[in-house]
């Protein structure tokens, strides 16, 4: 069982950057890929990035290629969403999750193969 809570969410200009950092309670991470997903209002939730917990591979939704950079520190249980150059598009609730390290890594972006959800932190971007 994990429990995940993520932080660092807000309110910024477009052009700007933050931070989003996710704290795992329970198994470490080391068992799990990390991944970060969003909602936006009115729309199905997306994947957005991935990470396999050795860090030697992650994997992006392709409109944050090069601006989003996930990363993670195991002694803290922690998976960061780096977030550059934002749109008003990246407006959403975005969520960090937690599947089985087992699975194929080519298969990362599927919702369903997520077992663990947080709840969520807003971030909006304002044109």
């Known amino acids: 069982q994990v429990q995940l809570a993520e932080s660092g969410g807000g309110l910024v200009q477009a052009g700007g950057s933050l931070r989003l950092s996710c704290v795992g309670a329970?198994?470490?991470?080391?068992?799990?890929?990390m991944g970060w997903f969003r909602q936006a209002p009115g729309k199905e939730r997306e994947f957005v990035a991935a990470?396999?917990?050795?860090?030697?591979?992650?994997r992006y939704l392709d409109s944050v290629k090069g601006r989003f950079t996930i990363s993670g520190d195991n002694a803290k249980n922690t998976v960061y969403l780096q977030m550059n150059s934002l749109e008003p598009e990246d407006t959403a609730v975005y969520c960090c999750?937690?599947?089985?390290?087992?699975?194929?890594?080519?298969?990362?972006?599927?919702?369903?193969?997520?077992?663990?959800w947080g709840q969520g932190t807003q971030v909006t971007v304002s044109s």
């Open positions: 990470i396999r917990w050795s860090g030697t591979y992650t």
């Open positions: 999750a937690a599947r089985p390290k087992y699975l194929t890594a080519q298969t990362m972006s599927n919702l369903g193969e997520w077992s663990y």
């Open positions: 329970g198994r470490t991470f080391s068992s799990y890929d």
